[in-house]
């Protein structure tokens, strides 16, 4: 009886080893995944929510580059839309088959956000 057990268990183990192998190599998610966006826009603020950041596994690298003085910040996502306000500011989206850029128009005034309590984390353009 306890031959029958052992070659149960030899034979679960042998399938959970080859799963688990599977599971790194062939089942494997790819290592990155690059998407990126381009546009013009006279909107002082661009919005990135936390759900295209979180659409894809592990930790996303975010790359910005301009012509103008940049600044980044991050935080939580309803804590950056009532720093905006009334301001208008361009939110990114994922389309079907890329990222879309939708214009918010809003009637306030926008400020300069360097030196505000905005983020958790902030980036001027020297540090990016």
């Not at 295209?52 to 996502?77: K, W």
């Amino acid at each position: 009886m306890r031959f029958l057990v052992a070659a149960a268990l030899f034979i679960l183990s042998l399938g959970l080893m080859l799963t688990g192998l599977g599971q790194r190599t062939i089942w494997a998610p790819p290592e990155s995944v690059s998407i990126a966006v381009s546009f013009e826009t006279t909107n002082p603020y661009v919005l990135v929510p936390a759900e295209l950041l979180a659409s894809h596994l592990g930790t996303p690298n975010v790359s910005i580059s301009g012509t103008d003085s940049i600044f980044a910040a991050t935080g939580r996502e309803s804590d950056i839309v009532a720093w905006i306000g009334d301001s208008s500011y361009s939110l990114i989206s994922e389309g079907d088959k890329a990222l879309q850029v939708e214009d918010v128009i809003g009637s306030g005034k926008s400020v300069a956000p360097a030196g505000s309590d905005l983020g958790a984390t902030k980036w001027s353009e020297r540090d990016l």
